[in-house]
Structures are given as structure tokens and as C-alpha cells.
């Protein structure tokens, strides 16, 4: 609901958008990692012109009615497959050229941030199967991708647990364990501890509340392996929504 109310979050992810072309080049392309495109083994979106997915449901028709037009970059994806490697096997990644688009995942976060639709964007599936460190391997392969002016866009959520949602929750309340998980990642970010948000497991109890499922804790995995060691870090969105879902986000720059 974020991209067509206005909210915090929103305005957060307008005023980020606004500082490509300013504070920071604007981005060649985008690769986006959404906790919403599962697959076995790895691939990346290769049509010409990647469709907007509506993968929800129970929501307002002008949430269905949302597009976002961007263009996909057929050659780009197709050469990136051969490059990039799926840590399970060394084999290349696999390339969509007909099935997936851009889900909500994407573009619910890129329209608030460039509205133009002019950046051309890929997206990147994640192979649920496979164990955390590999997740964050592959992120380290994105790194190259950054210097040539890739953004590299992960969108997920530090703590997602719909099933003990409060509809009645305000933006800065939230379960202990919600805050004491998202504080965790934090921390370890914070202090340039990257490879251990892979073991978040071990967090025990709060991890498995704050992920039955962990499809939205996976992006931050690759986000974070692309990060490079002197990188700045920065934290925006800070704030949680439903009591059990968290809207950190992270800058590394």
C-alpha cells in the first residue's frame, strides 16, 4: 500500500530516488532481487519489455491497476547469465525470457524512487533450496556489477512474520523479538560483520518468529555480499509496520 499512499516510507524511498543524478550517478541499470521470484536454480529476467506482476491479492483496485513500464535489458541479462555463477554448481545462471516481469517486490519500491520507468531493470530469482552462505556468495559476484554502474536493488524485509500481524499497531511499535531481530541486523551491518547475517539462524527463537519462512530475509543476503568492505552505511525507513513486519533499509555506498 506504501506506493499509492503516502506515508513515511514512501516519502523516504522518494527523497533516495532523488539523490541519483545528484549525489550519486544515476544507474545504468537496476538489478533487483525480490523475495517474491522463487526458482530452482538461479536466473535473471531477459525480455525486451518485463511485464508488471500483480502478485497479491485482497487489495484495492488501484494497487492492481499500478504499472510500471520499464524496459528490460535482453543482452545485458544474457551475458550476465554467462558471467555470473550459481554457487551450488558453477554452472551459469538460467535466463526468463517469457514467464516472470517485475513483481511487486520490484516495483512497488522502484515507482516512488524513479517514477520515470527510464532505467532499465533486471530481475534476479533466488533458489530458495540452497543454503544461506551461498545466497551471500553470489552477492559477492554482484560487486563487479556496481563498479559498472549497476544498481543493485534487494527488496525484502529484516523481519516479516504476517501471521501475527496487528492491524491496529502504530509505525513505531512492534513485538520485543521484531526489535531485538531488526536491531541484530543492525548491529551486524553496523559493524561490517556482513557473512555472519547469513547464520541469522542462530539467533534462535527471535529468528524464527521474526522468519516462518525466510523468502524475505534472502535479498538482504545478496545486498549485503555485494557491499565492499570500505563502503559507507546508512539506514533509512527505520520504522516498522503491523507490529511484525520491519522497513529498515540500508544504504552501501
Known amino acids: 500500500m506504501n506506493v499509492i499512499e503516502d506515508s513515511p516510507f514512501r516519502r523516504e524511498w522518494q527523497r533516495i530516488g532523488a539523490l541519483f543524478g545528484s549525489q550519486w550517478p544515476k544507474p545504468k541499470l537496476i538489478l533487483c532481487i525480490s523475495a517474491h521470484w522463487i526458482t530452482q536454480g538461479w536466473q535473471l529476467t531477459g525480455m525486451a519489455q518485463p511485464k508488471t506482476i500483480h502478485d497479491f491479492g485482497g487489495f484495492p483496485q488501484e494497487l492492481f491497476e499500478q504499472q510500471y513500464p520499464a524496459p528490460g535489458a535482453p543482452e545485458w541479462a544474457a551475458q550476465m547469465?554467462?558471467?555470473?555463477?550459481?554457487?551450488?554448481?558453477?554452472?551459469?545462471?538460467?535466463?526468463?525470457l517469457t514467464q516472470w516481469g517485475l513483481d511487486h517486490g520490484c516495483w512497488s519500491v522502484l515507482k516512488p524512487m524513479f517514477p520515470a520507468a527510464d532505467i532499465p531493470v533486471v530481475q534476479l530469482s533466488i533458489d530458495y533450496s540452497r543454503p544461506m552462505a551461498e545466497h551471500y556468495a553470489l552477492g559477492q559476484q554482484l560487486r563487479s556489477l556496481r563498479r559498472q554502474g549497476v544498481l543493485v536493488m534487494a527488496s525484502g524485509n529484516t523481519v516479516h512474520n504476517?501471521?501475527?500481524?496487528?492491524?491496529?499497531?502504530?509505525d513505531d511499535q512492534a513485538y520485543d523479538w521484531a526489535v531485538s531481530f531488526d536491531q541484530w541486523v543492525a548491529d551486524q551491518i553496523s559493524a561490517g560483520h556482513n557473512e555472519d547475517l547469513a547464520d541469522f539462524q542462530a539467533q534462535g527463537q527471535t529468528a524464527q518468529m521474526s522468519h516462518p519462512s525466510y523468502d524475505h530475509y534472502l535479498p538482504l543476503l545478496y545486498a549485503a555480499g555485494a557491499a565492499e568492505p570500505g563502503d559507507s552505511v546508512t539506514f533509512f525507513n527505520e520504522g516498522y509496520q503491523l507490529a511484525s513486519i520491519a522497513m529498515r533499509s540500508v544504504i552501501w555506498d
Do not use: F, I, K, W
Open 81 to 96: 547469465a554467462q558471467q555470473l555463477r550459481q554457487p551450488a554448481n558453477g554452472e551459469p545462471l538460467g535466463v526468463d
Open 162 to 170: 504476517l501471521r501475527t500481524m496487528q492491524r491496529s499497531a502504530a
